[in-house]
């Protein structure tokens, strides 16, 4: 370190933290210098959050300093790092949905035991604010009606109104569309040439190469590499994450496309409550290719799958599924679906793709649990099920390959393996897969997605929905776009442009 | 017609008399609802303090030192389920029964031992126990003021101040309220002991101002109605009163239909009639309600570390 420890902002000397046996943060130390932008990157479990919410206070460290200006500081709470000018915007947003948004901003920083003052302060500044960065937003709206951009915004603002000097977002863009990521870039900057020092949790590149000053790379709970963004590259980067050479473009051979497998037509679905969650949907998966429904989470994606995996019958429409008509008359259950040869990876891995007390082992069966050869008169087949997982977790590459593990044990990306491995293993018709790679590390991401080609030209009727559109944009033949419900745009997979479909995502343009 | 005005007026007196322990306590669970603590065992707070009242106030022979020893009581199971609920993190509906089984249990066996009247305090007068203020025979003892003033009270604390506002959020999401740099765990345990300090007044007012002392399980359930009525009037302190106030009006009407003998019908049996209230209950939790609006949180501790 030859640069004067004055100029950094923050410094982390030594960093360790170990949640029962498993070691998070080992020996991290890093430096973020003051008035700039430093990226954070690393996969999922590389322990940059793990490291911010200890600079937070929202963690102890086992051991290690903090310094803050270059003084050394005790972060024992979340109250420390604010009394210390720290702001933090986390992943999930700390936002109570019931309260306005001047509610929610003066949380924390009443400015007394009554309200009224308070909120009146809190309103003017607002406004201040609003006018410096842009950051408009209606004070007394509910924050359960504001759109996820707005909500961010409400966070930054919450952060600016205790006049924190340090800002720290956790994977700021997971949640928003292009230009909402484009905005949040533009604000950042802002807030730099002001004089706010900015940390950047990420894993995606590309906004760590377009607003960073620096990049600090993490692996496995040790910072691992530090670069000026303006030596470095993707490439670079992303060898350094994942400790291996790793190749982005997935090359695949243009689909064979065969005979129509699952077709939708003019389906609708309204709750109990009259709310349309889909709203005319028609649309067409055909053997041999990947069809891939992009949107900003939230616009119908998951009552699409619930419907065409037989979870929900729609209301309205009808869908044909292996040439089995079904209706709102004729609904079909995910059993008769399995049987028809539709098989599913749910959106929501812990809660519908598995039991996360139950062993590996039984994971990859559930769902086909009363099948051969795991069950024969009522019975299960405790040697049978095993040696069966034994080979999907061989085939599969899931790790550690321990059949009688519980399910939780695994990590994100072999919980999705496996769950993979159990739906594809039966060579299905129709394949719909929800964020195949949410939550799932880099190296495990590129084998998922091989593995969703190679059954692509195997000949199944592959439908993928993923808010990730880089993962859209890769892997799909054919391109739907959702908004609000309904499906607002169709583009073949070779004249997409990035900007055209954030646009449609927004439900600003329809193609 | 002066004797239907009578009739009327001395119902809504019952109404409100038999409502007060109702009110009391239905918003010093609110306070401990909002803050995501469920508190089942308002029930058993209040029988404690009702015995602690009567006991006290029979020993010592002041009222006041027997409201005092309700609110001690109430306050020592409150940090008891505080301690089980925020400090280890237990399962709030189980450590809420407990108290309630604790308390059942407890005022009959000293209440045995101390007066050996099987489990009933020697009755109480004069200054031993909470009298009217201005209407002898409408019962308005200072209990019953305080209940209706703790309404605006409670709406005012919770919509008005500081301490109202981190309250509804350290109930709906707890983490928030921990980045935002407030300790979870003081909140709570605030909240907790405002509604052991009500339930102590509601546990007061049932054996030193309503009766004239305590006999054993006086509660009858009406702490199970107090978080009925909270869950009626949707964790509102107005809507909540009016709930109680509901309760009361039928448990008033109950009482006057006891031995009326209704045409084709006869005598309606008492049974039924005492068990209109919680039957309305039922059937009110059953369908009325819908949408729940509970705050999130409620029930679920709070773990940092996962």
């Known amino acids: ?511 | 017609m002066e004797e239907a005005l009578t009739l009327v007026i001395a119902t809504l007196a019952a109404t409100l008399r038999v409502a007060t322990p109702l009110v009391l306590c239905a918003m010093g669970g609110l306070f401990s609802e909002k803050s995501g603590i469920i508190d089942v065992g308002l029930e058993g707070k209040m029988l404690m303090a009702a015995f602690f009242a009567a006991a006290t106030a029979s020993l010592t022979g002041s009222a006041w030192a027997g409201v005092g020893a309700a609110i001690l009581a109430a306050e020592v199971l409150a940090l008891l389920h505080g301690f089980a609920c925020i400090t280890h993190r237990g399962n709030q509906v189980v450590s809420g029964i407990a108290i309630n089984i604790l308390a059942m249990g407890l005022t009959v066996v000293l209440g045995t031992a101390w007066f050996g009247r099987g489990g009933q305090t020697p009755p109480l007068a004069g200054t031993e126990r909470l009298n009217p203020i201005f209407f002898p025979v409408a019962g308005d003892n200072i209990l019953v003021y305080v209940a209706l003033l703790s309404v605006p009270f409670a709406w005012w604390v919770i919509e008005r101040t500081r301490f109202g506002l981190r309250l509804r959020a350290v109930g709906e999401v707890p983490l928030a309220v921990d980045a935002a740099g407030i300790s979870v765990s003081w909140l709570r345990y605030r909240a907790v002991l405002i509604c052991g300090l009500f339930a102590g007044l509601a546990g007061a007012y049932l054996s030193i101002a309503q009766n004239a002392g305590f006999s054993r399980d006086m509660t009858a359930g009406q702490g199970f109605i107090a978080l009925a009525a909270i869950i009626f009037g949707r964790w509102r302190p107005v809507p909540a009163f009016g709930a109680c106030l509901a309760f009361g009006l039928l448990d008033a009407i109950a009482i006057r239909l006891q031995g009326v003998k209704l045409p084709h019908v006869g005598e309606v049996p008492v049974q039924l009639i005492q068990a209109l209230p919680y039957l309305l209950t039922l059937f009110l939790l059953a369908g009325f309600i819908g949408r729940t609006v509970a705050p999130k949180a409620a029930g679920v501790p709070y773990e940092k570390e996962h």
């Open chain 1, 1 to 511: 370190m030859q640069e004067l420890t004055a100029d950094a902002a923050i410094e982390l000397r030594r960093i360790d933290k170990s949640f029962g046996s498993v070691h998070a943060v080992r020996g991290a130390s890093l430096r973020v210098e003051r008035g700039s932008i430093t990226g954070i990157v690393g996969e999922n479990g590389a322990g940059k959050s793990t490291l911010m919410s200890i600079l937070y206070g929202l963690h102890r460290a086992d051991a290690g300093e903090i310094l803050i200006d270059g003084r050394p500081v005790e972060m024992a709470s979340p109250r420390d790092a604010i009394d210390h000018g720290i702001g933090m915007v986390h992943q999930h947003f700390m936002l109570i949905d019931s309260f306005t948004v001047l509610e929610n901003l003066i949380l924390g920083a009443e400015g007394g035991a009554l309200l009224a003052g308070g909120l009146a302060a809190a309103r003017a500044e607002l406004a201040r604010l609003a006018g410096e960065y842009g950051l408009a937003v209606d004070p007394d709206a509910r924050v359960a009606d504001l759109s996820v951009g707005e909500q961010q915004r409400v966070e930054i603002l919450k952060v600016l109104l205790r006049g924190a000097r340090i800002l720290v977002l956790d994977e700021p863009s997971a949640v928003l569309t292009p230009q909402e990521t484009d905005r949040l870039m533009q604000i950042l900057r802002l807030l730099r040439d002001r004089g706010v020092t900015v940390v950047l949790i990420t894993h995606k590149l590309r906004e760590i190469l377009a607003v960073t000053d620096k990049v600090i790379v993490m692996r496995r709970g040790e910072v691992v590499a530090e670069r000026r963004t303006t030596e470095t590259g993707a490439e670079e980067l992303a060898e350094l994450m994942v400790g291996r050479k790793v190749r982005f473009d997935l090359d695949k051979a243009p689909a064979r496309k065969g005979e129509t497998m699952l077709a939708a037509r003019h389906l609708s679905l309204v709750d109990g409550r009259g709310v349309r969650l889909l709203d005319d949907i028609s649309l067409e998966v055909r053997a041999g290719e990947i069809v891939g429904i992009a949107g900003v989470s939230g616009n119908g994606q998951t009552e699409l799958l619930q419907v065409l995996s037989g979870i929900r019958p729609p209301t309205g429409g009808e869908m044909e599924v292996c040439r089995r008509k079904v209706d709102a008359a004729h609904p079909v259950d995910p059993a008769e679906m399995r049987d028809l040869g539709v098989a599913h990876v749910p959106e929501d891995r812990l809660r519908q793709g598995l039991v996360p007390a139950f062993l590996a082992s039984e994971t990859s069966i559930l769902g086909y649990q009363d099948r051969e050869p795991f069950c024969h008169n009522y019975l299960m087949d405790g040697p049978a099920v095993g040696k069966y997982c034994s080979d999907l977790m061989e085939r599969f590459d899931v790790r550690p390959r321990t059949p009688g593990l519980r399910s939780a044990n695994f990590s994100g990306g072999n919980q999705q393996k496996l769950i993979l491995a159990r739906e594809m293993a039966r060579n299905p018709r129709v394949l719909l897969v929800g964020q195949p790679t949410r939550g799932v590390d880099i190296g495990a991401i590129e084998f998922i997605r091989r593995e969703l080609v190679k059954s692509r030209d195997a000949g199944c009727a592959v439908l993928v929905v993923s808010v990730e559109l880089e993962e859209i944009l890769s892997l799909a033949d054919r391109i739907l776009v959702m908004f609000g419900g309904r499906i607002v745009g169709e583009v073949a997979a070779g004249e997409a442009d990035e900007r055209a479909l954030g646009l449609m995502m927004a439900g600003a343009r329809a193609a």
